[in-house]
């Protein structure tokens, strides 16, 4: 899928203000062409040259959306958002199925003998949990992870975020990413 220029790897590295880790592509981008949500590897090679499990399948790279989430997330809104998720069957079971399209979508990507290694080292149970790899379906790790997806995909939890909050495209004059590409500095 990879769907990135030497450009975008510039800005998605000032964006991130480090190299990013697994990057197999640009899921979406903002009307002015800039990487909005990247989706990465399933597994990436670590810092001992082994595979380790990276439940991140859509990373949110936008500063302004990655800012406006985190702001949220500082007021409690997750909470407010598990308690609705726990009070409300039909958004348990939206909730359910896009994980489980999450994690079909993650599982798919892995090669053979990713799949294997998987497998023969027990890791199958870091891949099977939720988006972000939390382990239950009555709490959220991270609505930026929701987000991410809902904007590449779909994801009742990132919609919810985003409707509730307008969450969106930079303003034309106020192109956080335009100031970046000018930077030479990794996160100016």
């Given at each position: 899928m990879d769907n990135t220029s030497e450009e975008d790897r510039d800005i998605i590295r000032k964006q991130l203000r480090k190299e990013p880790?697994?990057?197999?592509?640009?899921?979406?981008?903002?009307?002015?062409?800039?990487?909005?949500?990247?989706?990465?590897?399933p597994l990436i090679i670590g810092e001992n040259e082994q595979f380790e499990v990276f439940p991140t399948l859509y990373w949110l790279s936008c500063p302004?959306?990655?800012?406006?989430?985190?702001?949220?997330?500082?007021?409690?809104?997750?909470?407010?958002?598990?308690?609705?998720?726990?009070s409300n069957p039909e958004l348990q079971e939206e909730y359910r199925e896009d994980e489980n399209d999450y994690l079909e979508k993650q599982w798919g990507l892995l090669s053979e003998e990713e799949k294997n290694f998987v497998e023969k080292r027990g890791l199958r149970g870091a891949l099977s949990r939720g988006?972000?790899?939390?382990?239950?379906?009555?709490?959220?790790?991270?609505?930026?992870?929701?987000?991410?997806?809902?904007?590449?995909?779909?994801?009742?939890?990132?919609?919810?975020?985003?409707?509730?909050?307008e969450i969106g495209d930079c303003h034309r004059g106020e192109i956080r990413c335009e100031e970046l590409k000018d930077s030479d500095q990794l996160g100016d």
């Open positions: 880790k697994g990057l197999l592509g640009v899921s979406a981008r903002c009307r002015y062409g800039y990487p909005v949500v990247l989706m990465t590897r302004r959306r990655v800012e406006r989430v985190s702001r949220i997330e500082s007021q409690g809104y997750i909470a407010k958002l598990e308690e609705e998720l726990v988006i972000g790899g939390i382990e239950s379906d009555k709490h959220i790790k991270c609505l930026h992870l929701h987000l991410a997806h809902q904007i590449a995909e779909a994801n009742i939890i990132g919609r919810m975020v985003q409707d509730r909050f």
